[in-house]
């Protein structure tokens, strides 16, 4: 997909060895629901048991953190900070 072209984007998260459930995506910027730019910042919302609160340390950003793991089209998200709220 071209970026600023308007389309369907399909996510799947995955949370390693915990069962997940998703509760909201949000554009990180507004917290609109599924208002996400093509290579824009998102929110994602669930409940993601035992996973711990964890942060990037370096760059490039991770794929996985915490056990969590964000599959954008299939594609591995690069992850700044998990947390357990």
């Keep these: 997909m071209e970026y600023g072209t308007p389309g369907t984007w399909t996510t799947?998260?995955?949370?390693?060895?915990?069962?997940?459930?998703?509760?909201?995506?949000?554009?990180?910027?507004?917290?609109?629901?599924?208002?996400?730019?093509?290579?824009?910042?998102?929110?994602i919302f669930g409940n993601f048991g035992g996973v711990v609160t964890a942060g990037a340390t370096s760059l490039p950003l991770p794929a996985i953190l915490s056990g969590v793991q964000v599959l954008w089209s299939g594609l591995p998200a690069s992850l700044r900070r998990v947390l357990r709220l």
């Excluded at 799947?12 to 730019?37: E, H, K, M, R, Y």
């Design 12 to 43: 799947s998260v995955t949370v390693t060895p915990c069962v997940s459930s998703v509760t909201s995506l949000v554009g990180a910027a507004d917290f609109a629901v599924n208002n996400v730019a093509p290579g824009g910042w998102a929110t």
